[in-house]
């Protein structure tokens, strides 16, 4: 239901805050536009609480906090919000912002913000401690009754680093409700200090500061000579007469002793139903139980996606958004389906700073449902309940906290749920709050079970921050961006990988084979100064690429899982995987694949260049280092063969302290590494296409006039290829065979870390032996291994092919390559690799083949 459609609904019916009105004179005023008075009406009413600073509280029929409300009004509230404050930057700062909400009541809209701004992280304030978390800051809320918040992000680096400047990197700060404006004062002021930035966006539902509030903000903005905006959905003023603070408190206790001889416990459903398991009288724990006149419980197993963090407590990011927005309809389905079949009326109700993930779920399950869904969430903030149509708290139910607070034990609540008519409530609690003191008589679930007929609890896994070892002072250059990912830079999913690199799509960089061959060899450019036009595959050449991973696929499952399992016992438990674009790509996003599948592991990943020659992208470097430890970084790529980029990232790696040139890769045929998941020579079909199987990206570029000093390395991303794209079909082949190949991969895995794995450079020497046998005398035309002699075929000139007396499947594609460019295949016994590609020394224009004849081309 549209939030349009709500304020219609909602037409002609008593304010919710003439009560508070009438008695203390309190008048909410517009900001002076045709129906501002209404449309403040229809986002807001008041009530009354025990605060010594504010007695009135406005509460908003929008935010899912105190009135349940449609999840997906309250979610598009926030979503538009998030899209003005898009339209407002623009896309290059909207994708360098990032957006704060603050707890509790405002981590849902916060989060809603940030996925209607659709680039940005997301973090929320916390008042609860995590321990091996280091504060990043801290700030006071003047008016709230529970005043400290806490910044508690898993990278350091998120707002920024110490005593660092963040120009051109906006921060989104979202509330509710701005009052006074002293909360955005605390906080700009405490962030200032430390990471000075020079724009802040201002988000709220409603903007109620005094003129001489807004004055305050504006003086303070020009004395830290940053630039404040705001985006509000409403705009207006408060106004309070004289004494309405002693005369609300007088009102607030009287109706307190009032309410105080009616209150009455009720039973607990799952309590009730944990004693009677207990006790054994054969109800299995678990399953739903009626307890007479009371509701009954049921647990539900949502599925939560593995490494998405529960909200933004300690940061959220676009690739989660994309992984959690793929698990909803799954999870609502869930919920669905244990809901009764004659439930018409549903309350999804989350619990304080857990408002994001019960909102989500609550506007999945309203695609899912023909119920009436509402959604609202339970709170530390004490408010008087008043059972008038004109009082926006009508009834509360009161519980003590159940997630062992740092402040210590104290009452918790939730407004509007009693009396409302639900016929089943969905608690949706963190792992943390799942608690004896959730399921204990007078706990919040005894307290609901008087007023709905059916519990369900669905638990959220708490977010646990991997704390590394203190890394080294970080640096990061001005400007540089945030990862590209799919789908608006390749196919692959946008939590794959993180390439970064610059998008250098629109740019034309391809060149003849010949043309560019006779520059490189003669000196006159760098092979990465261009790219190969990308080869398209015959129908014969797709088909044996298909044959091909049939037959290698749970091979290189196995190797896969060796790999990572190696690198998880031996260079750290949540490593940084970063790939050397483009052949390790695939093979980083397979070593992701099996930590997730194999152990529940969400690893980073990331892409880089690193250039024959030239070296490793050093600003690609500097971002790692600004924003992960250096130490946890694992280099990956597809294969080895003579060794040549594991000794370039090597040299490359001297100038930049803390990172490991310790290389991770899938085949080390050569004996360059001591990481590897086989040493055997064998076809990858990775290696037999181009981008088509690499997510649609080109080879790295790296040319003078288009990588500036602080730009990443370029590439472009081939869109126009989709229909030929077997990138997610690469992956998903090999992944089907990781349940098959995991006792193999323990073996093989147990025998290798006891082994000694050092490298014995064998390739290198035997590159070195072809190269003056064949009277070529330079190493770097002879390119050995099955996935370098496909390379020396697809993008070079191909002088001949070594291919090992014997060797079989693995060597039909080069065959046939070899066929359509005319080039000689020789038999050669005691060769170490199954085949090697040689370029041709001597190129010419037109000296294609072995006899210096142009072969036309296929």
């Known amino acids: 239901?549209?939030?349009?459609?709500?304020?219609?609904?909602?037409?002609?019916?008593?304010?919710?805050?003439?009560?508070?009105?009438?008695r203390l004179g309190v008048e909410l005023v517009g900001n002076g536009a045709p129906g501002g008075d209404g449309e403040l009406r229809e986002l807001l009413g008041l009530a009354l609480r025990r605060n010594p600073k504010r007695a009135h509280l406005l509460v908003s029929n929008v935010l899912g906090k105190h009135v349940p409300q449609r999840p997906s009004v309250v979610y598009g509230a926030g979503f538009e919000l998030g899209l003005r404050v898009r339209e407002l930057l623009g896309e290059a700062l909207a994708r360098r912002s990032v957006v704060l909400g603050y707890a509790e009541t405002a981590t849902g809209l916060g989060h809603a913000v940030a996925d209607g701004l659709g680039v940005a992280p997301y973090l929320h304030s916390t008042r609860r401690p995590v321990e091996g978390v280091v504060r990043a800051g801290g700030f006071e809320e003047s008016h709230s009754h529970a005043t400290s918040h806490l910044l508690l992000p898993e990278d350091p680096t998120l707002l920024g680093t110490g005593g660092e400047g963040r120009a051109g990197e906006p921060l989104v700060l979202v509330d509710d409700e701005f009052s006074t404006g002293n909360t955005v004062l605390n906080t700009i002021r405490a962030l200032h200090e430390l990471y000075p930035r020079d724009r802040y966006v201002i988000v709220a539902l409603v903007d109620m500061r005094s003129p001489a509030d807004r004055g305050r903000l504006t003086e303070f903005a020009a004395e830290i000579g940053a630039r404040v905006d705001l985006v509000a959905r409403g705009t207006g003023t408060v106004r309070l007469p004289d004494g309405v603070l002693e005369k609300g408190q007088a009102l607030v206790a009287a109706h307190e002793r009032a309410a105080e001889a009616g209150d009455g416990v009720a039973a607990g459903a799952c309590a009730a139903h944990e004693r009677a398991a207990e006790a054994g009288d054969g109800v299995a724990a678990g399953a739903?139980?009626?307890?007479?006149?009371?509701?009954?419980?049921?647990?539900?197993?949502?599925?939560?996606?593995?490494?998405?963090?529960?909200?933004?407590?300690?940061?959220?990011?676009?690739?989660?958004?994309?992984?959690?927005?793929?698990?909803?309809?799954?999870?609502?389905?869930?919920?669905?389906?244990?809901?009764?079949?004659?439930?018409?009326?549903?309350?999804?109700?989350?619990?304080?700073?857990?408002?994001?993930?019960?909102?989500?779920?609550?506007?999945?399950?309203?695609?899912?449902?023909?119920?009436e869904v509402r959604y609202s969430t339970t709170t530390r903030s004490p408010v008087l309940a008043v059972d008038d149509p004109g009082y926006a708290i009508r009834s509360r139910l009161v519980f003590p906290a159940h997630d062992d607070p740092a402040d210590g034990p104290g009452d918790r609540f939730a407004y509007n749920v009693?009396?409302?008519?639900?016929?089943?409530?969905?608690?949706?609690?963190?792992?943390?709050?799942?608690?004896?003191?959730?399921?204990?008589?007078?706990?919040?679930?005894?307290?609901?079970?008087?007023?709905?007929?059916?519990?369900?609890?669905?638990?959220?896994?708490?977010?646990?921050?991997?704390?590394?070892?203190?890394?080294?002072?970080?640096?990061?250059?001005?400007?540089?961006?945030e990862p590209l990912r799919g789908p608006v830079f390749s196919s692959y999913e946008p939590d794959d990988v993180g390439w970064l690199l610059q998008d250098l799509s629109d740019t034309e960089l391809e060149a003849p084979t010949e043309e560019r061959e006779e520059a490189i060899q003669s000196g006159g450019a760098h092979y990465a100064e261009s790219l190969p036009v990308e080869y398209q595959p015959s129908a014969e050449y797709q088909d044996l690429f298909k044959a091909a991973l049939d037959l290698s696929a749970a091979r290189i499952a196995r190797a896969v899982g060796t790999v990572t399992e190696t690198v998880l016992a031996e260079r750290s438990p949540r490593p940084v995987l970063v790939s050397l674009a483009r052949a390790g790509t695939p093979v980083g996003v397979l070593m992701r694949r099996w930590a997730q599948h194999r152990h529940g592991l969400d690893l980073p990943h990331y892409a880089v260049s690193i250039v024959r020659g030239r070296g490793i992208d050093a600003n690609a470097l500097r971002w790692l280092a600004a924003h992960h430890n250096p130490a946890d970084v694992v280099f990956v790529d597809g294969w080895?063969?003579?060794?040549?980029?594991?000794?370039?990232?090597?040299?490359?790696?001297?100038?930049?302290?803390?990172?490991?040139?310790?290389?991770?890769?899938?085949?080390?045929?050569?004996?360059?590494?001591?990481?590897?998941?086989?040493?055997?020579?064998?076809?990858?079909?990775?290696?037999?296409?181009?981008?088509?199987?690499?997510?649609?990206?080109?080879?790295?570029?790296l040319r003078s006039d288009l990588v500036g000093p602080h730009d990443f390395h370029g590439a472009k991303f081939y869109r126009e290829l989709a229909d030929a794209d077997v990138s997610g079909h690469f992956l998903d082949t090999v992944a089907e065979h990781f349940d098959e190949v995991v006792d193999a991969v323990d073996a093989e895995v147990k025998e290798l870390l006891a082994a000694d794995r050092a490298p014995t450079w064998d390739g290198w020497a035997a590159v070195e032996r072809i190269s003056e046998a064949y009277g070529i005398h330079d190493v770097n035309l002879v390119k050995p291994g099955v996935g370098e002699t496909t390379r020396v075929l697809l993008r070079r000139v191909p002088w001949k092919i070594l291919a090992k007396r014997g060797a079989g499947a693995d060597l039909e594609h080069i065959r046939l390559l070899a066929e359509q460019r005319g080039v000689p295949v020789e038999e050669v016994d005691e060769l170490p690799y199954t085949c090697v590609g040689l370029i041709h020394p001597k190129y010419t224009r037109g000296a294609t083949g072995a006899d210096g004849k142009a072969v036309a081309s296929q």
């Open 1 to 22: 239901m549209s939030e349009r459609a709500a304020r219609k609904e909602t037409a002609n019916v008593v304010w919710s805050g003439s009560w508070v009105a009438e």
């Open 288 to 371: 739903g139980s009626p307890v007479p006149g009371r509701a009954t419980c049921t647990r539900v197993e949502l599925g939560w996606p593995a490494g998405v963090p529960d909200g933004g407590r300690h940061g959220f990011t676009p690739a989660h958004r994309a992984t959690l927005e793929s698990a909803l309809p799954a999870m609502a389905a869930r919920i669905a389906d244990a809901l009764d079949g004659d439930a018409r009326r549903v309350l999804v109700l989350g619990f304080e700073e857990l408002m994001y993930a019960p909102l989500r779920l609550g506007t999945a399950l309203e695609d899912r449902t023909d119920a």
């Open 418 to 481: 009693a009396g409302a008519g639900f016929d089943a409530v969905v608690v949706v609690v963190d792992s943390t709050a799942d608690t004896p003191e959730l399921h204990a008589p007078g706990g919040l679930l005894a307290e609901l079970a008087a007023h709905t007929s059916h519990i369900l609890l669905a638990v959220v896994p708490s977010y646990v921050p991997y704390v590394s070892s203190p890394a080294p002072e970080r640096q990061e250059p001005p400007m540089l961006p």
């Open 640 to 701: 080895t063969g003579k060794g040549a980029i594991t000794r370039e990232l090597s040299a490359a790696l001297a100038e930049f302290e803390g990172f490991d040139p310790e290389i991770a890769v899938l085949a080390d045929p050569g004996g360059c590494v001591r990481t590897y998941g086989t040493r055997e020579d064998f076809l990858i079909p990775s290696a037999c296409l181009n981008s088509t199987v690499s997510g649609l990206i080109s080879r790295t570029v």
